[in-house]
C-alpha cells in the first residue's frame, strides 16, 4: 500500500522532519503549534516579516499559501475548526507541502491519523502494553506481540458488537467482577 501522505503531530513538525519526507519524493501533512511563524508571501519571507499562524486571517474552508520560518519550500496552511465531546471549540492548524491540494483533501488526510492515536491508546489502557513486567528482549517482544494481538481482537471485537473498545473492556471488566463475586459468595456458603 502506498500513502501519500506522511502525517504528523506538532511535536514532529520540525524543518528537519519536513526536509527530509520532501527530500524522500513525499508529501507531508502537519499539524502546527500556534505559535508557530509563516510568511504569508515571498517577498515576505525575504525580508523576514513572519506572523504568527494563529494570526492568520482565514475565511472558513479556505488555503492559504505561505512560507514557515526556517523551511524553504512553499506550504499550504488550513486551520481547522471544530466541536469537542464537551461543546468547546478546538482550533487545529495544519500544514501540506502538497500545493495542489484543497482544504477537504488536507482535513481529511489528517483525520486518518486519528485513528492510529484511537488504537495506540488502547494498547496502552486495555492491553497494558506498558506495564509489562518482562526482563528479557525475548519476553519483552512476547509481551508486545501479545498485546498488539489482544488490541487487534479487541477491535475485531468491538466492531462486531457495535462498541467502542474501552466500553467493551468496561462491560467486560463489570462481567468478570460479577462473576467472581457470585464464585465468592458460593465459597462464602459453603464454608
Not at 500500500?1 to 522532519?17: G, I, P
Request: net charge positive; with cysteine; aromatic share 12%.
Amino acid at each position: 500500500m502506498k500513502f501519500r501522505f506522511v502525517l504528523m503531530d506538532s511535536w514532529f513538525s520540525s524543518e528537519e522532519n519536513f526536509n527530509f519526507i520532501t527530500d524522500k519524493d513525499k508529501h507531508f501533512i502537519a499539524a502546527l503549534k500556534d505559535n508557530r511563524l509563516i510568511a504569508l508571501s515571498e517577498e515576505d519571507r525575504k525580508k523576514k516579516r513572519f506572523i504568527r499562524v494563529d494570526e492568520i486571517d482565514f475565511l472558513e474552508h479556505t488555503v492559504v499559501q505561505g512560507w514557515l520560518k526556517g523551511y524553504a519550500k512553499a506550504v499550504l496552511v488550513v486551520r481547522q475548526v471544530f466541536k469537542n465531546k464537551d461543546d468547546s471549540t478546538g482550533i487545529l492548524h495544519l500544514v501540506c507541502s502538497d500545493l495542489t491540494c484543497d482544504y477537504d483533501t488536507i482535513t481529511t488526510s489528517y483525520k486518518k491519523r486519528w485513528q492510529v492515536e484511537v488504537f495506540h491508546k488502547s494498547l496502552k489502557s486495555n492491553a497494558n502494553l506498558a506495564k509489562s513486567p518482562t526482563r528479557t528482549l525475548r519476553t519483552q517482544s512476547n509481551h508486545v506481540f501479545m498485546a498488539i494481538y489482544a488490541t487487534f481482537k479487541l477491535e475485531c471485537l468491538s466492531l462486531s458488537n457495535k462498541l467502542n473498545p474501552f466500553a467493551l473492556c468496561r462491560k467486560l471488566l463489570i462481567n468478570a467482577s460479577r462473576s467472581a463475586y457470585a464464585q465468592l459468595q458460593l465459597f462464602r456458603a459453603a464454608a
